[in-house]
């Protein structure tokens, strides 16, 4: 039987969880796979005062990470920090010293992956990060292995399980953002600092992983076009509802023939008929379409201790049953950044929620309606609400057709200019 002994950085919710998995499923893994995997350093910051020292042996942790890198036999290094540093560093000085790192950091890895993997080439170590995007649902080796004998051309995620949460409670119990996040944040759901969840930027992390895998496109953070969940009304909620639609944060990456790509993370209405949509609470969804395969959903638990040490010992064993030299890489067609494959914003074609208060007067529809038909948009549904007979305003509620994003940008400027129109109170892409 071959023995593999690896170090764990971190032992937080995941690194403790990577352990406790290793120890509990060590029989399964070793009659499954036969391997006898077993963890000979921990590093810590603090020997004394750090968190779930008790399930380890004491003289497995270090707070020395040159301990682990000297160690000839630690042939695994699994980095459960989080950030970029210090994990980007250790990552890297594992892989110089021809140590395969399994990882579950998104953050990391969608800022430094040229770097990262090109010191692991140099020495033929691996590099996995199965729990990157999605914690537990195996999404990378499917779009890796599984998906490989097709043409991938849509990947539309719920990727990030804070912001679905707060969605899903908003929606359910017809509540405010802040006070929802308050209590998710009271709850342990949202971080004290919410930022990286509800402003976008873990699934912009994320989906920048998942997008360069799909498409074998490098493709960068700084290309994706982001917006987080604050602006989402309860209002909004209440008026997709009424026209049977879900507002969901999604991170969506297209193709459009061989080469033009389309990333963007943002809050979006989908009908309650389409699969994600009934994606609830704290749980992700992974919604791909292959040219062979057609639709396919991946769907459980983006987040958590078991959940992502799942991902993450799956990683682990992948690694130890793969001989040094013969790990897979990525295989992009452009190994730095291509911004001459991003389709241009304005030639985004979706349809559009518009939401605004107007006049309640004579003639206002029809002044909106000839907006809407002078820059080529065409009205799919339209409900009328809310008549405030106090200020002698009403609320218009617009569904359009697939439009160009530049005629619609250019229509609600237009109608920006209107005195009818008294304020747009939101603009919502919708995906079918
Ligand atoms: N913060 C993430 C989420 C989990 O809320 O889904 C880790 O990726």
């Not at 403790?16 to 590093?43: A, C, F, P």
């Not at 682990?68 to 989080?82: F, H, P, R």
């Not at 076009?225 to 969506?252: C, F, H, M, N, P």
Request: glycine letters at 8%; one cysteine or more.
């Amino acid at each position: 039987m071959k023995t593999t002994k690896i170090a764990i950085l971190g032992f937080g919710t995941v690194g403790s969880g990577v352990y406790t998995v290793l120890q509990q499923n060590s029989e399964l893994i070793r009659h499954r796979q036969l391997l006898d995997l077993s963890v000979k350093r921990v590093l810590v910051r603090d020997l004394l005062h750090g968190r779930n020292l008790a399930l380890a042996p004491m003289e497995t942790f270090t707070t020395d990470y040159a301990d682990i890198l000297a160690d000839g036999e630690i042939s695994i290094v699994v980095e459960c920090i989080g950030g970029v540093n210090p994990a980007k560093d250790y990552i890297l000085r594992a892989l110089q010293a021809g140590k395969t790192v399994v990882t579950a950091n998104k953050e990391v890895l969608s800022k430094h992956w040229p770097d990262l993997e090109r010191a692991a080439k140099e020495t033929g170590a691996g590099l996995y990060f199965e729990a990157s995007v999605g914690g537990g649902i195996p999404i990378i080796r499917a779009l890796n292995d599984s998906m490989q004998a097709n043409n991938i051309s849509r990947v539309m995620g719920i990727i990030n399980g804070t912001t679905n949460y707060i969605l899903t409670k908003m929606t359910n119990e017809g509540r405010a953002y802040e006070e929802v996040l308050k209590e998710a944040q009271a709850l342990g759901y949202a971080e004290a600092d919410p930022s990286a969840d509800v402003d976008g930027w873990d699934c912009v992390y994320k989906l920048s992983i998942l997008a360069s895998i799909a498409f074998h496109a490098r493709v960068n953070i700084e290309n994706i076009y982001r917006e987080g969940i604050s602006k989402v009304s309860a209002e909004d909620i209440a008026a997709a509802k009424e026209l049977g639609y879900t507002i969901k944060l999604l991170a969506i990456g297209k193709k459009q023939d061989e080469k033009l790509l389309e990333v963007r993370v943002h809050p979006t209405m989908l009908p309650n008929s389409h699969p994600l949509s009934s994606v609830s609470g704290p749980f992700n969804a992974i919604f791909l379409t292959g040219n062979a395969v057609d639709d396919i959903m991946l769907y459980g638990r983006g987040a958590g201790m078991l959940p992502t040490a799942s991902a993450v010992v799956s990683d682990v064993i992948v690694a130890a049953k793969t001989a040094k030299g013969a790990h897979p890489y990525m295989t992009f067609n452009n190994e730095f950044d291509a911004p001459q494959w991003l389709k241009n914003q304005k030639d985004w074609t979706s349809s559009y929620f518009l939401r605004m208060e107007v006049d309640d007067e004579l003639g206002v529809l029809s002044k909106i309606a000839g907006v809407f038909a002078e820059y080529g948009v065409s009205v799919h549904s339209l409900m009328q609400k809310n008549e405030n007979k106090a200020n002698g305003s009403a609320e218009l509620i617009f569904i359009t057709d697939t439009a160009r994003e530049l005629s619609v940008q250019n229509a609600l400027c237009a109608l920006r200019a209107l005195p009818c129109v008294r304020e747009i109170k939101s603009v919502m892409r919708v995906e079918e």
